[in-house]
């Protein structure tokens, strides 16, 4: 009873806080759409880390996995942007919000590679590569049903909620894949730091975002039974529930 009012409160602070940081922060004006650093962060990774194994001369097995697992990803979330669009990320913003989205958020995804191919941190095994690999082949396919499911349900039947297809397991598993994206790239990475950004960025965005979603979805009809039979980010019971499940 308690635990979730507080969880939602904190949640909208933080929120309001990324919004100054990530649209409104000045000077102003808002001229530029917050989808323009989005894309040029994820689409420039593959051609970021083909730099950084030319400039270290490491054309490992690891450095060519990690390469090809991130770089497509890439490649992944243009195709999506174009094929079916959030709206979301047509909000415009500030320049200083954009550099602040890549400083705070985007750029940080980064490290990995970097720590990675330059030998800064160990060499990972085929074993953890394989793993991480299949990890993220898990991930992005989640989020791309989950995001097309939602996309195409919300536009044939506006204002509905969604519980049906993926959604029928988790409520938010279009982050659950992403998720598994990320946490992949950081698994490839023997070094603390990757994973260190993932909590970063997953307790100051991913869960305020998806604490303020359960707010808004809570209002429709059907929620508390979808509410009931699901968790967050993983099928119930097999993870607590930060939204109120016990």
Known sequence: GFCLPM???IARL????NDFLGINLPPGPRCIPWYAIINAQKGGTLPFCIALMRAYNNFSPAAC???AAHGSYGIIWIAK????PDPK???KTTVMSQIMSFFLVLGPYWLAPY???SRTAPEPSAARCAVGMGTYVLGVTLMMISDSWKWLTLRYKPNTLVTDGPFALVRHPNYTGEMLVY??????VPHWAPKAVLVWVWGQLFLPNMLIKEARMARHKG???WHARTGMVLPWPFLPDASGKA
């Open 81 to 84: 942007h174009f094929a079916i």
């Open 7 to 9: 969880l939602q409160a």
């Open 14 to 17: 933080q929120s309001g806080l």
């Open 223 to 225: 929620y508390a039974k």
């Open 89 to 91: 990320w047509n909000t």
């Open 115 to 117: 720590l990675l191919i």
């Open 65 to 67: 996995f990690y390469t």
């Open 183 to 188: 946490g992949s790239f950081a698994a490839m």
